[in-house]
């Protein structure tokens, strides 16, 4: 999105009264969990579950949009790192990732959160199984999804055309792990999105990674391929439905709502009083034993470099001879 300088104009003002943006300066107290030059992440201070932490840009930005790209790649390409080391220190054996994007969605601050749940089955926190019938009208949802299969691809096309990407060249192949997804409306080689078969609203969608059925098995250049692709979905729906706002929430490893442990990421639509009960209650404070341990563990991430995906290596040199060939190439040119 751009920022236009009356945008700007109306940023800085939120920023000046921005709760998050004084902890992120040390105005205000916060027990910090992970650092690096463009994000901080934070133990929540009435948490879902135990290790529940909120990852926030350093720059102020309303919701998710607003992320210009290089913040918006960092953030979400180190991902998959931060909830490995989450999920690891905290003993669990699932993820949730939680953002809201307005009022109706569950955002309460005008600073863009992303809430990072560690999740084990019989937690308390089962508001994520998106298997109940909702009563959708199906009719209504296949004509929005032949709208939606005409204008993602047109979406990502223009994303690739304003963001190239070496690995990016058509569809590519679709891992066993997503051999039952029905209803594509967008494929390339890192994603799939799809209409779900109980969709919890009108404009329901998952998007599927290709690259591994976990997410902190994925690369970061595919995290952050995953919720661009995640973004635009919101943004298609938003759009088209006339939504009030949106929540894209991240679904791996086991817990009482995700049984097979499956990583889904889903965009739901929302608006005022449309009955989906998205939000937990909360704890009444924090267990912040599990601070020092997180430290140490994010640590670690914030100074371990990004991981490219398997398919990038494949497009860039195709076989190790390929690559040795390349490498002699670059040491000739210097």
């Known amino acids: ?20 943006c ?22 929540d201070i009435r948490p879902a579950v135990k290790g529940h932490i909120l990852l926030l840009p350093k720059e102020h930005y309303p ?14 390409g180190k991902l998959p790192q931060i909830l490995k080391a989450l999920k690891e220190t905290t003993v669990r054996t699932g993820i949730t990732v939680f953002i809201a994007n307005g009022g109706v969605a569950g955002q309460q601050s005008p600073h863009f959160l992303i809430h990072a749940l560690p999740r084990e089955e019989g937690d308390g926190l089962d508001k994520y199984s998106f298997s109940e019938d909702k ?16 204008n993602l691809p047109v979406m990502m096309a223009n994303h690739f055309k304003r963001q190239p990407a070496a690995w990016h060249e058509g569809t590519g192949e679709r891992p066993t792990h997503l051999d039952d997804i029905q209803q594509v409306l967008y494929e390339d080689e890192l994603v799939v999105i799809a209409s779900p078969p109980e969709p919890q609203a009108l ?11 976990a997410i902190e098995d994925i690369s970061s250049m595919g ?14 729906v938003f759009e088209g439905l006339k939504a009030q706002g949106s929540n894209i929430i991240l679904k791996s490893g086991v817990s009482s ?10 965009i739901l639509p929302r608006y005022e009083n449309d009955g989906l009960d998205l939000m937990w209650t909360p704890q009444e404070r924090a267990d912040t034993s599990i601070a020092g341990p997180l430290n ?37 040119e210097s």
């Not at 709502?257 to 889903?266: A, I």
């Open 1 to 20: 999105m751009e920022i236009t300088p009356e945008i700007k104009k109306q940023l800085e003002a939120q920023k000046a009264n921005c709760i998050f």
């Open 296 to 332: 140490d563990a994010m640590f670690v991430v914030a100074n371990t470099k990004d991981t490219l995906p398997k398919i990038y290596a494949r497009l860039t040199f195709g076989s190790p001879k390929e690559e040795i060939e390349h490498a002699i190439k670059q040491i000739q």
């Open 22 to 43: 004084k902890i992120i300066s040390g105005e205000m107290e916060g027990t910090k969990v992970y650092e690096d030059d463009k994000m901080q992440g934070i133990l």
């Open 223 to 236: 995290s952050s391929h995953l919720f661009y692709t995640a973004s635009y979905g919101a943004t298609a």
């Open 63 to 76: 919701i998710m949009p607003f992320l210009p790209p290089e913040d918006f790649k960092h953030i979400f």
């Open 203 to 213: 404009g329901h969608l998952i998007v599927y990674s290709k690259e591994a059925n």
């Open 135 to 150: 009563h959708v009208d199906k009719n209504q949802q296949q004509q929005i999804n032949q709208v939606l299969a005409k």
């Open 257 to 266: 709502d995700n049984p097979t442990g499956r990583l889904e990421v889903h």
